[in-house]
DNA sequence: GCCGAACCGTAACGTACGGTACGGTAGAAA
DNA sequence: TTTCTACCGTACCGTACGTTACGGTTCGGC
């Protein structure tokens, strides 16, 4: 009867949940080649129940990539005690994450399914990914740049190209990469080490002086600082 | 009879050519929703020669991509006569290059087709993207990388980091958001700002002395040069 | 002119799947 | 107990599309 409504944490039953939640299985598992009946069978519930609930197959898409979305919790960022070193940290924290979410199967399948649908315009699950995705990432991470540029840590124009500067240190190809059915094995020590390079290199372009915010203070913190903006 | 042979310039008769741009054309204006009849009904074929042709679906879909890929011929690198100056050059005009590509209408559509079905893995569609893609983009770059190391006018260590930074420095967001769908308007200007701030970054990260190569020489080709590490 | 190959146009088949209808059941309300 | 609601399971319908089959046409070779 309702059909097509905000999906979010508190608007749906356990029930619901546990429906979305099947979806979200067979999603990975199958690619795109989800089916309603398929759904019901998963879900042990009756394909008149996804209609009534989801409207239609693609209101369950829908509400699947939504309920994902919701799961994906940020941490505040902390405003307090920043200096160089805890700066270079949270940079580097927040590419961790950003990686492991990103080569995640779940953000693989959920970005497929979203690109494929973009294709044909008829649902917005672009957008949400698009929201949830790159966006979210966006709007989390730029206060902590300003408040590193507040602090004279940090020195750029525009946020919005220092962002997606450090977007491309971190992401480069291994996004794209994954999308198009890469085989790329990303251990755990592999993503720390991209998150470190990423940081420091983004410390090199972006930071306020090249000797001491990304060189000794910041980057010194596991291993070698860096020389000036060279790097490897 | 044949169905499913290496497509490329020279294996393919005129007449076939025309039907893989028809198919061509019918994927970029409709997304995935490409059906056999429409495909004949554009070429003005019947569907027993595209079957005959083509295999099935996916091979039709399989020589359309490979169709396009072979259409793009790359410039070779020139050896002789390397400075910073044309260094930095050829390092802008690749990205610019590589950017007006991407951003184009066929790029999005066959990296959406090819993601989609990489979901699935029934066909090869991924790996001959990623082929023609961004592994081509290595393939052609990274000579260029290490001729200039060579030459004493940058320095890294592993040329494929070098690489994926380049890409990432040039890429940023910008493909998966236009995957996702986004609006996002592109001039040629912008695209040449684009290309010239992630070459500026670009040295200023691999550039052999962090004062001459990057700064001075190549950077102030046209406007002004790089300040140490430090951009905008 | 005749033949066969290649091809066009279209009709037809099979099937998978989105969507609907309906009978049956459990539980809450009254 | 009755009744209403929400749900399950399943059978069913309509359609779109991949795939095949076939009659008719063009064209090069002899």
């Known amino acids: 009867m309702q059909g097509r409504v905000e ?3 508190d608007t749906l039953t356990a029930r619901q949940k546990d ?10 598992e199958g690619g795109d080649a989800l089916t309603m009946t398929g759904v019901a069978r998963r879900a042990s519930c009756s394909k008149e129940t996804l209609y009534k609930w989801f409207g239609d197959r693609d209101g369950l898409l829908t509400a699947t990539v939504q309920w ?3 799961k ?3 941490a505040p960022v902390t405003r307090e005690g920043l200096n160089a070193k805890s700066l270079f940290t949270s940079l580097e924290g927040f590419a961790r994450d950003w990686l492991t979410v990103l080569s995640g199967e779940i953000s693989v399948t959920l970005n497929r399914i979203a690109i494929t649908h973009a294709a044909t315009g008829k649902s917005d699950l672009g957008a949400i990914v698009l929201t949830n995705g790159p966006f979210a990432m966006a709007r989390r991470l730029k206060p902590v740049l ?8 940090l020195s750029f124009k525009d946020t919005d190209e220092a962002f997606r500067t450090f977007f491309g240190l971190v ?16 251990t755990e020590a592999a993503i720390a080490r991209d998150a470190e390079r990423a940081t420091q290199q983004f410390f090199a372009l972006y930071g306020a002086t090249s000797e001491t915010a ?16 060279r790097l490897l």
């Open 214 to 229: 990304a060189g000794k203070d910041a980057g010194g913190n596991t291993r070698k600082g860096i020389p000036h903006a």
């Open 171 to 186: 992401v480069r190809d291994m996004q794209i990469r994954l999308l198009l059915g890469d085989r790329l094995e990303l």
């Open 19 to 28: 429906v979305l939640d099947a979806a979200l299985g067979l999603l990975v």
């Open 7 to 9: 999906v979010s944490d």
């Open 68 to 70: 994902q979305a919701s």
């Open 146 to 153: 300003e408040i590193g540029r507040e602090a004279g840590l």
């Open 72 to 74: 994906v919790r940020v």
